[in-house]
Antibody, heavy 116, light 112 residues
């Protein structure tokens, strides 16, 4: 069974750094792209970026380029999304997804709350 | 990247059919047959319902169907059931500059 299991909810202060994770199982992790999607409270879905764990090729949405970093460790089948300096506007649910033209599996989501 | 345009809400009675539209541009919906649809129940992760305009993943009921004409894609749900009440999002691949994906703003489906 294909699964994407994300790390737990986080509460951070503005200016702090954060790295959340997404562990894939039940398939060849290095053979599928893994993306990240943001959903702000009460809002719609926004595509952030995507990585191919096989060679770490990474692509970012222009809206998120320079704001976040996407990485992957294929030895432990895990993708990451990280921030160097969080802002209150980063408060959202973040989903990891599998796929390229469409996203067939979704993680359960990681809620990130940034508040002073 | 601008979001695709969806109606904010649609409604229908059990057993009826509804259609949700998703309007993009000649750079996304109109350029590629890579439109997908996702269903999201409150507090849950989205679920893929339709991919590549009209294909259903295994396990999705054939009451759900997709189509496209020009820059507008559509999701039709026939034989509405109470459990279909959810938010629905369309998405399209686009490579106007670099590979990118754009989502619609979402449509709240209410089953009356």
């Amino acid at each position: 069974e294909v699964q994407l299991v994300q790390s737990g909810a986080e509460v951070k202060k503005p200016g702090e750094s954060l790295k959340i994770s997404c562990k894939g199982s039940g398939y060849s992790f290095t053979s599928y792209w893994i993306g990240w999607v943001r959903q702000m409270p009460g809002k719609g879905l926004e595509w952030m970026g995507i990585i191919y764990p096989g060679d770490s090729d990474t692509k970012y949405s222009p809206s998120f380029q320079g704001q976040v970093t996407i990485s992957a460790d294929r030895s432990i089948s895990t993708a990451y999304l990280q921030w160097s300096s969080l802002q209150a506007s980063d408060t959202a649910m973040y989903y990891c997804v599998r796929g390229w033209y469409y996203f067939d599996y979704w993680g359960q989501g990681t809620l990130v709350t940034v508040s002073s | 990247q601008s979001a695709l345009t969806q109606p904010a809400s649609v409604s229908g009675s059990p057993g009826q059919s509804i259609t949700i539209s998703c309007t993009g541009t000649s750079s996304d919906v109109g350029a590629y047959n890579y439109v997908s649809w996702y269903q999201q129940h409150p507090g849950k992760a989205p679920k893929l319902m339709i991919y590549e305009v009209s294909n259903r993943p295994s396990g999705v009921f054939n009451r759900f169907s997709g189509s496209k004409s020009g820059n507008t894609a559509s999701l039709t749900i026939s034989g509405l059931q109470a459990e279909d009440e959810a938010d629905y999002y369309c998405s399209s691949y686009t490579s106007s500059s670099t590979p990118n994906w754009v989502f619609g703003g979402g449509t709240k489906l209410t089953v009356l």
